[in-house]
């Protein structure tokens, strides 16, 4: 059974930094791409950031671009997300979730496995 279980979350004040971590394990991690999403109190999930099978820069919602970035070290099967310069609006539970197909991230083949999240809360 595929299992994705993330860390790191935590209450920051704004400004501040996190790094949340997604330790994968039962599946071939290095062959997928994976995602962050998170969901906000009282809203919907909001795709977040991926990242190809092989690494690389990665991909961003507008709303994080300069501040998150993304990661992941496939010699230990897991994934990073970096937050930084943190605003009140990206409190959130956060989730890693692997993607259904093998390859590059495609928005289109959608995300099949997720973890139980990792709750970031921004508040002074």
């Known amino acids: 059974e595929v299992r994705l279980v993330e860390s790191g979350g935590g209450l920051v004040q704004p400004g501040g930094s996190l790094r949340l971590s997604c330790a994968a394990s039962?599946?071939?991690?290095?062959?997928?791409?994976m995602s962050w999403v998170r969901q906000a109190p009282g809203k919907g999930l909001e795709w977040v950031s991926a990242i190809n099978p092989g690494g690389g820069n990665g991909y961003y919602t507008d709303s994080v671009k300069g501040r998150f970035g993304i990661s992941r070290d496939n010699a230990k099967n897991t994934l990073y997300l970096q937050l930084t310069s943190l605003k009140t609006e990206d409190t959130a539970m956060y989730y890693c979730?692997?993607?259904?197909?093998?390859?590059?991230?495609?928005?289109?083949?959608?995300?099949?496995?997720w973890g139980k999240g990792t709750q970031v809360t921004i508040s002074s």
């Open positions: 979730a692997k993607q259904t197909n093998t390859g590059a991230w495609l928005p289109d083949y959608g995300m099949d496995y």
């Open positions: 039962e599946f071939s991690f290095s062959s997928y791409a």
